[in-house]
């Protein structure tokens, strides 16, 4: 996996710390763009959330499973609401993803690092959802796991 796909974040603030913390202590994540594919960022990330022991939930209509999981086609599908939302798509589709999340009453969005957008930080907000965006879930929980 290229270095560049998770840089060592910087320090969070306020209340990026604090939900950066909600969103760590989630148990179902659903993930947006989780690919089959074992090279793909997505997968990686994906596969070392399930193995610490987060419920994964691929979301991806181009995959039939992942990480051997059923992917469904959209958060339109869930069956329950996820404790967060983590995103590997382009920024311009994440407002859609924010909206979705929001029905889906998930109580955190999480774009990847390297994906922002100002609208999804809207929705969120006005979802009362956590927000982090431009930062690596995987990083991050790797770096909590190693100050406790």
Not at 49 to 76: D, H, M, R, W, Y
């Amino acid at each position: 996996m290229p270095e560049e796909a998770c840089p060592i974040p910087t320090n969070p603030s306020g209340r990026e710390g604090e939900s950066i913390t909600r969103m760590l202590a989630a148990k179902r994540i659903a993930i947006v763009g989780l690919s089959d594919d074992p090279e793909r960022t997505s997968n990686h990330v994906g596969a070392y959330l399930q193995s610490v022991g987060f419920q994964i939930v691929p979301v991806n209509p181009n995959c039939q499973t992942a990480l051997g999981e059923k992917c469904l086609a959209s958060l339109s599908e869930l069956k329950e609401a996820p404790d967060v939302v983590l995103v590997f798509r382009r920024g311009e589709y994440t407002p859609q993803i924010a909206d979705e999340a929001a029905q889906a009453k998930s109580r955190g969005l999480w774009l990847q690092v390297g994906i922002r957008n100002a609208e999804a930080r809207r929705i969120a907000a006005n979802s009362a959802m956590d927000y982090i965006e431009d930062r690596c879930m995987m990083v991050e929980h790797m770096r909590r796991r190693r100050h406790t």
